[in-house]
């Protein structure tokens, strides 16, 4: 199986840092406007997720989201959740630490996209 989301090693090391100060968290990758089309990371009684929101996967145990909306952009893509230096001015977790996450992406090979539409019909079935 394919990964729709997958982290970097300084990603995972901010997300280890995060979840050490606050216990359970999640990531939503959003569309835009105030939260700059970033992976916010969050407390789960910060964020309610919804019918609309769709889950890419997990990172070493923290769930990732993505709104249907933006999804249906990038649902040829991979996401990598990576980390810069500065401040993303988002609500994100991580604001206060001089770093924030940031999501590339590349588009899956022929080969992937195959592979993760065959699970999503078996998902469906």
Not at 75 to 84: F, G, N, S, W, Y
Not at 96 to 113: D, N
Request: proline content about 3%; glycine content about 10%.
């Amino acid at each position: 199986m394919v990964d729709r989301v997958i982290a970097t090693p300084a990603a995972y090391a901010l997300i280890a840092q995060l979840k050490a100060e606050h216990g359970e968290i999640l990531f939503h990758q959003s569309g835009g406007c105030c939260d700059n089309s970033a992976a916010n990371c969050y407390l789960p009684s910060d964020l309610t997720i919804g019918p609309y929101d769709i889950k890419l996967g997990d990172l070493n145990g923290v769930p990732f989201y993505i709104g249907k909306l933006q999804y249906d952009y990038w649902k040829h893509t991979q996401l990598i959740l990576d980390v810069i230096d500065g401040h993303g001015g988002t609500f994100s977790l991580e604001g206060a630490s001089g770093k924030a996450f940031h999501t590339r992406s590349r588009l899956f090979s022929e080969e992937e996209w195959t592979q993760i539409e065959a699970q999503v019909q078996k998902d469906l079935a």
